[in-house]
């Protein structure tokens, strides 16, 4: 029976509006080559200064994954042929990481594991290299943008496992606010390293998958690298320590080079870069950016707020939304589930069809909260408030205004609706006959006609109580 390791190396770009050691832009996306200057090209002569955005965010995410944290961190150069680094080395950190020995808690199927953290540590990107037939290209754009690394202790122990964790760490640093977590963007990269052994031996000789830009890609290459690992083992054959790719359209690994070790690095101080040191006010800000972790806010949704799993799930994997309903729990009118069912439901499916971000609409808690409460108190009825939630994306308008403009108004008035209901059985004796004789399914076509003559402002539930009385059902 043999027994399977995975650790996992995560890099995320840290959303800072510049490069870790210059001042170029880190935006993403403009034409290759525009971004640069003679600090991240490797000039000589130049001098790299630490990004102080990009050191706090690297102390928020080891300080959120329980990590001891460097009073003194350093940075190295890590010298490897870079083909897309003009100066063939990285800035990183070797021996004396942002933070160490940590740990972060995850949920596979229903069952918390806890997975420990060896270090993490911030360095910069390499950038970017574009092939094409005998040619290639070199995008620097990307180079010395702030890349911050995390990497796990082989704790995990199955593709799923390792799939479960990369949703929640990308749940994680989008609620923290340091990184997008976009993986087809290459914002947030995972290398896997895998080894089986039989059972009780420890460790096996371990393979690195890379090219993995999606948390499912991820569990299906460790999935088909553990069953190619079995498959040599059982010949009796040895598996070779080395770097795999993960072909997405044939769901196989393939071999990319053998793996270099730590020592082929030559890691050495980087001499142009003193220590960071951290003082009070510098973790005194850390501190105030720390937020509740989104399994524990998820955990807290179900347990004290009584939410479904599917609208608990809803709410932590998006922090945006995620936001809005705490700040509508804040009023004290909001009805937890009333709300997070209006966000799951209409509002996201309103915005998906208005192809329009959350941020980017007029939705607001408070517009929320007074929305939720024009139905509940049966001034507005659900099929209009959809339209209303449509004119509030677009329209910097509340709910009360846009329901007056439109004509909203739900009519409560029973005598109203009472002539409403006496129109639509004096005009239709075939169906009255219909229904006398037992057929109640015609009973929707009246409530129909009753919703037309009152042009949809007519409760259809009271309507169709009325109609009951009226026929004496």
């Not at 087809?184 to 096996?204: F, K």
């Not at 000789?205 to 499912?216: G, P, Q």
């Amino acid at each position: 029976m043999y027994q399977s390791f995975i650790g996992l190396e995560i890099h995320i770009h840290l959303l800072t509006k510049t490069k870790a050691f210059c001042g170029c832009t880190s935006e993403f996306g403009a034409p290759p080559n525009t971004h640069i200057c003679p600090v991240c090209l490797g000039y000589p002569g130049v001098l790299p200064a630490a990004n102080e955005e990009a050191m706090r965010m690297s102390y928020m995410v080891a300080k959120i994954l329980h990590c001891t944290l460097s009073p003194k961190c350093y940075f190295d150069r890590k010298n490897y042929f870079y083909p897309d680094m003009t100066k063939n080395y990285q800035i990183s950190q070797f021996h004396d990481p942002v933070g160490r020995d940590g740990y972060f808690d995850i949920e596979v199927e229903g069952e918390h594991k806890r997975v420990r953290i060896h270090d993490v540590h911030l360095e910069e990107d390499a950038g970017k290299m574009i092939h094409s037939g005998k040619t290639s290209l070199c995008d620097y754009n990307r180079a010395g943008t702030s890349l911050l690394e995390i990497v796990t202790e082989p704790d995990l122990v199955t593709g799923k496992d390792a799939e479960a964790f990369i949703r929640e760490f990308r749940r994680m640093v989008r609620h923290l606010g340091v990184c997008d977590g976009n993986m087809e963007e290459g914002s947030l990269r995972c290398d896997a390293n895998v080894s089986i052994n039989l059972q009780g031996q420890g460790l096996g000789t371990k393979t690195e998958v890379k090219n993995l830009n999606s948390a499912r890609f991820v569990r299906k290459a460790l999935e088909y690298e553990i069953k190619r690992q079995k498959r040599v083992l059982t010949k009796g054959e040895k598996v070779i320590q080395e770097t795999r790719l993960w072909d997405g359209d044939n769901n196989v690994t393939a071999g990319m080079r053998t793996k270099e070790k730590a020592h082929d690095y030559r890691y050495f101080p980087e001499p142009d870069m003193p220590p960071f040191c951290p003082d009070d006010a510098f973790m005194a800000a850390v501190d105030e950016r720390m937020v509740e972790l989104p399994l524990a806010k998820k955990q807290r949704y179900l347990n004290d707020l009584k939410l479904s799993l599917d609208a608990a799930e809803f709410l932590v994997e998006d922090s945006k939304f995620c936001d809005l309903f705490e700040a509508a729990l804040a009023l004290e009118s909001s009805e937890p589930k009333l709300v997070a069912n209006w966000l799951c439901g209409d509002v996201q499916g309103q915005l998906k069809r208005a192809d329009v971000s959350l941020e980017e609409s007029h939705i607001s808690a408070g517009r929320l909260n007074e929305l939720v409460g024009l139905v509940e108190s049966g001034k507005l009825l659900r099929g209009k408030a959809k339209e209303v939630i449509e004119l509030i994306i677009n329209d910097d308008k509340d709910p009360a205004v846009i329901v007056k403009e439109q004509g909203f108004e739900q009519v409560l008035d029973e005598s109203q609706i009472d002539d409403w209901v006496k129109q639509a059985i004096d005009g239709n004796p075939q169906a009255v006959e219909q229904i006398q004789a037992g057929n109640k399914k015609t009973l929707s076509f009246l409530v129909g006609q009753v919703m037309r003559f009152s042009k949809g402002k007519a409760d259809p539930k009271k309507a169709t109580e009325k109609l009951e009385q009226a026929l004496g059902l």
